[in-house]
């Protein structure tokens, strides 16, 4: 993984996690951390779908973002540097 798109995953996720239990929406997520929204949705897609949950409200079809019960920033960023030494390690060989 590289650096800049650890920043911006670090980025997405103080944005989740100041939203609190009540979510918040793909497009404001990328407002707040300068992205598009599609940018945001791919980078929760591949990285973050282990810790956050993606839900559709159905009137507007919005996708709202909420952190799994039980997931804080530290211990997702501990998981995501961990998972980027064993890729390395297999990358080596």
């Keep these: 993984m590289k650096e800049k798109t650890l920043e911006k ?14 979510g918040i929406w793909l ?10 929204r599609t940018t945001v949705a791919r980078l929760i897609e ?18 709202m973002v909420k952190l799994k019960p039980g997931r ?12 980027e030494k064993i890729e390395a390690v297999r990358n080596m060989k």
């Design 9 to 22: 995953l670090i980025k997405i996720l103080k944005a989740v996690e100041q939203a609190g239990n009540a």
């Design 27 to 36: 497009t404001q997520i990328g407002k707040l951390v300068d992205m598009h």
């Design 46 to 63: 591949r990285h973050l779908t282990e810790f956050v949950t993606v839900d559709m409200v159905p009137p507007f079809n919005l996708n």
């Design 72 to 83: 804080d920033l530290r211990g997702i960023l501990r998981y995501l540097k961990v998972k």
